[in-house]
C-alpha cells in the first residue's frame, strides 16, 4: 500500500474512532434526543420570528434598562433559590401543559414589550420551550438567553432571593 493510502486509512479510522468516543460520551444526551425530549424545544425561524436568542451581555443590558418584562423559566425551588432582580417566575413545565393560562400580570403585559426568557443554562431548554409558548399567547418580543442563571451568577451580576412561602401562601416570588 502506498505512503499516501496508508494516511487516508488511518485519517478515516482516527475520525471513525472520534465519532465512536464522543457518541460514547453523550450517549445520555443521544437518549434523550431519540425519546423527544428537545422536540418541543426546537423551532424554525420563519414560525417564531419575534424570538431571538441573546448573549449575557444583551441580558444585562436589557435588564439594566428596567424596560423589560424578565422572566424565569425555572422550577419554583430553584427561583426561591435566586434569580434575576426583578424577574418572575413562569416555570417552563406548567406553561406548556394543555389549558395552562399564563399568569395574570403577563395577561395585562403589552404584547410588543421586550419579554427576557431565562433558565438554569447548559442543556436547560425550559426558556426555549416558555418562548414558543409566549409567542403562541401573542408577544412578538422574546429574547431568550440560553447561557441563563449558571452565566448570570457566573459573572457576578446582581442576585435576588425569594423568602421562604408558608405552604399554601401565594405570592409573586418577590422579596
Not at 422572566?71 to 389549558?99: K, M, S
Amino acid at each position: 500500500m502506498s505512503e499516501a493510502g496508508r494516511a487516508v486509512r488511518q485519517a478515516l479510522v482516527l475520525g471513525a474512532l472520534a465519532i465512536l468516543i464522543a457518541a460514547a460520551v453523550h450517549f445520555p444526551l443521544i437518549k434523550r434526543f431519540a425519546r423527544g425530549e428537545f422536540q418541543e424545544t426546537f423551532f424554525q425561524a420563519a414560525e417564531y420570528p419575534g424570538v431571538r436568542m441573546i448573549t449575557l451581555e444583551e441580558a444585562e443590558d436589557l435588564w439594566r434598562t428596567g424596560m423589560t418584562a424578565v422572566l424565569d423559566a425555572r422550577a419554583e425551588e430553584l427561583f426561591a433559590q435566586g434569580h434575576v432582580p426583578g424577574a418572575q417566575n413562569v416555570p417552563a413545565l406548567a406553561a406548556g401543559r394543555a389549558g395552562y393560562a399564563l399568569p395574570a400580570y403577563l395577561s395585562k403585559t403589552p404584547r410588543g414589550m421586550t419579554l427576557l426568557v431565562y433558565c438554569e443554562g447548559g442543556d436547560c431548554q425550559s426558556s426555549l420551550a416558555l418562548a414558543r409558548r409566549l409567542h403562541d399567547a401573542g408577544f412578538r418580543d422574546i429574547r431568550v438567553f440560553s447561557e441563563g442563571w449558571e452565566a448570570w451568577t457566573r459573572a457576578g451580576l446582581p442576585e435576588e432571593r425569594s423568602e421562604k412561602r408558608e405552604e399554601g401562601e401565594k405570592g409573586d416570588g418577590q422579596k
